[in-house]
Structure formats: structure tokens, C-alpha cells
DNA sequence: ACGTTACATGACGTTAACGTCAACTTCACT
DNA sequence: AGTGAAGTTGACGTTAACGTCATGTAACGT
């Protein structure tokens, strides 16, 4: 019979590079709320699609204010609709936002790429006058 | 006669909506030089350029540290071979940690949308019920 | 000459996101 | 029963990126 699949704070280090610190910060935050046995964290298949989200969420520069927010949008659908009407608006704003750095994202990239490609010559030129 | 257009710390503060504290400190931490007049501050052309740069820089999540080293590529291009590699190098991965972002974000993009559908979905359901 | 701005420097405070250390429990074995 | 590994809860330390005084000076209008 297979348990329920859960994970040891440890087991989560491994897997998610991240540190048991971390992983109580973030409960500490209400980020995460692992269940118990005894005293021992155990996370289960939820906890780790939450902490998934998190990483996301940091790889984006979103801080974790911002980032319990996000997960409560996506977890909480059983609410009332000024709840839901709220986060949606929340949500919209969070996608103009993306939306804005994705663009600016873009022309940086292309302007560092022209950039680069000038820097590139230079290496040749001095590597053809090296010759 | 037009003078050299030079801006105060305060004409500064209102252009670009920071604080003098915060050019003083990007100076302690050799992201701007402006020149002197006396004791006071004047930003160039050229200040005024790599602030805009050093925001950019902040909206994409850098640090002030990644951006100071960015800076210098583009700024010094008088370098010795070594140099102009090793620069370069920076370049070429921070265009790849760029695009890695901008990918993972349309993503994320992507999946937001989705969200959002479902939930004016159901804020619509909710008004329909309510009529 | 004098008061009011504008600016300067220096020192200390603050927040976010953990790191680090100490001092217990608690299993899992031997 | 003893020991070692893994886990727990505080408490304090740390770094980045400024904010917030306190104090001092310099130019400008009256």
C-alpha cells in the first residue's frame, strides 16, 4: 500500500535547493503550512506545488508579500464574490505589470544583444591584427 | 549662449522621481560621478543617461552591484583585449539570464490569463444569479 | 548683515529574506 | 541504555538599499 507521499524538511531541501531555514521562514509567513507528526514537519503534494510557486514567484522579483497574495488567488475559489471580484483585480494588475516588464525585457535584450555584437567585432579586430 | 546643460540634485530628484539620499548613495557606490561645483553636485548628459540605465536596471530585478559591472560594460570600450573578453563573457550571460526570465515570465504570463478567465467566469455566473 | 533655502557629510535606523548558533527533543539503532 | 542524526524553537547576526535625523556650510534675496 502506498502512504500518502510526503516529504521530510530535509527531502524538501534536496529536492527544492533550498534551506530547512527557509522552509520555517516561510511558514513563519504563512507560505507554507506543512502538516505534523509530533513535532516534524512533513509536506505533502500540496506544500510543494505551493513552494514551486513561491520559487517562481522570486525568480520574478516578486516578494513574498506579494507572492501569498498570488497563492491565496489561486487557492481560494470557494469565496464570496467582493472577495473574488477583489483579487481579481488584483490578478489584473499583477498581469500589466508582468506584461510591461516582459516588454521592457524585450528592448533591453535587443539593445544589450547590438551591443554585444559590437563588442564581438572588437575581439575579432584585435584578434586579426594579433595575427 | 546655452550653458552646458547641467542639472541640481533637486532638478534630478524631480526628473526621475528619487531621492537625493539615493543619488548620493548610487555615488558611494561608484554608480554615478557627477562633477563639482564647489561642493555641490552636477549632473551631465551622461549622469543623467546612466541613471535611467541604473532604473531600467532596478525594474528588471538587478542588483546595484549587477548593475554597476553592466554599466562598465557598456561604458568602457578603450579596454585592453583581456578585458574586452571578459566583459564581454558577463555580456553573453546576462543576455542568457534575460531571456531565461523573459521566457519563464510570458509563461507565467500565460498561465495568469487562464486564471483570470475562470475568475471573470465566475464573477459573471455570480451577476447572472444575481439579476 | 541676515535669514532662508539648497546642499553637504556623517551617523544611525529600517525592512526583507534569510544565515548562524545555541540549547533542547526525538527517533532509529546498536 | 546510550549515541548519533535529524528536527525543533528561539535569538541574534547579516546584507542590500535606502530613510531619517543632526549638524554644518554656501549662495541668494532683501
Given amino acids: 500500500m502506498t502512504t500518502v507521499e510526503t516529504l521530510t524538511i530535509r527531502e524538501m531541501c534536496d529536492t527544492y535547493q533550498v534551506t530547512a531555514r527557509t522552509l520555517r521562514f516561510y511558514e513563519?509567513?504563512?507560505?507554507?503550512?506543512p502538516i505534523r507528526a509530533g513535532s516534524r514537519r512533513l509536506y505533502t503534494k500540496q506544500d510543494r506545488a505551493r513552494l514551486q510557486l513561491i520559487l517562481r514567484g522570486k525568480r520574478f522579483g516578486f516578494s513574498l508579500e506579494d507572492i501569498r497574495q498570488l497563492l491565496d488567488m489561486y487557492n481560494r475559489n470557494?469565496?464570496?464574490?467582493?472577495?473574488?471580484?477583489?483579487?481579481?483585480?488584483?490578478?489584473?494588475?499583477?498581469?500589466?505589470?508582468?506584461?510591461?516588464?516582459?516588454?521592457?525585457?524585450?528592448?533591453?535584450?535587443?539593445?544589450?544583444?547590438?551591443?554585444?555584437?559590437?563588442?564581438?567585432?572588437?575581439?575579432?579586430?584585435?584578434?586579426?591584427?594579433?595575427?
Avoid: C, H, Y
Wanted: avoid cysteine.
Fill in 28 to 33: 513563519t509567513k504563512e507560505l507554507l503550512s
Fill in 78 to 131: 470557494g469565496s464570496n464574490q467582493a472577495q473574488l471580484a477583489r483579487t481579481f483585480d488584483l490578478g489584473q494588475n499583477r498581469l500589466e505589470q508582468m506584461k510591461a516588464q516582459r516588454d521592457e525585457l524585450s528592448v533591453a535584450i535587443a539593445e544589450l544583444e547590438t551591443e554585444l555584437q559590437g563588442a564581438a567585432a572588437a575581439l575579432s579586430a584585435f584578434r586579426d591584427a594579433a595575427e
